[in-house]
């Protein structure tokens, strides 16, 4: 006798949809000017895409981002922080979103997930810190890892 799942083809489909939301993100990183790392994050909230956002400078500086020593200027925002701020001006709420984002969250972003009332947080490729995502298990965020 088989056992029937009735949660097994919702959780197919929501990997389906996590897989094409994170290779919208990578598609996305690629409008990043910095050299180093390009990253992409899209919060998406009831199957809608609420905002974007990709590694780079503030609105109005010059669009580079490494200094002359090829260092990530220290004024370069990451990709889930241009993506929850820029939700921030719009009359959306990440109240219980997910985020897709290429790389995992380094800690000072896994703050703003967490204050952001994101709930689950989907990624490719991982960050060689990983106490951004210590602190996202912490605060009982979902995170999964995809590999694509």
């Known amino acids: ?3 029937h799942n009735p949660l097994h ?7 389906e949809y996590d897989k094409r939301y994170l290779e919208m993100a990578l598609i ?13 994050a899209l919060i998406v909230k009831d199957k809608m895409i609420i905002s974007d956002g990709y590694n780079g400078t503030p609105s109005g ?24 701020t820029k939700v921030a001006k719009s009359n959306n709420s ?12 380094c800690m ?11 709930k689950r947080v989907v990624f490719n490729n991982k960050y060689r810190d ?11 965020i979902e995170i999964k890892h995809v590999e694509l």
């Open 1 to 3: 006798m088989s056992k």
């Open 9 to 15: 083809p919702y959780k197919e489909k929501q990997d």
């Open 28 to 40: 996305w990183a690629k409008n990043s000017y910095c050299k180093r790392r390009q990253v992409g």
């Open 61 to 84: 500086f010059e669009n580079v981002c490494e200094d002359e020593n090829f260092l990530t200027k220290p004024y370069v925002l990451h990709a889930e922080a241009n993506a929850i």
């Open 94 to 105: 990440s109240e219980d979103a997910t985020l897709y984002v290429t790389t995992s969250p």
């Open 108 to 118: 000072e972003c896994s703050k703003l997930i967490i204050q952001a009332g994101i």
């Open 130 to 140: 990983e106490s951004g995502l210590k602190l996202l298990e912490r605060a009982n």
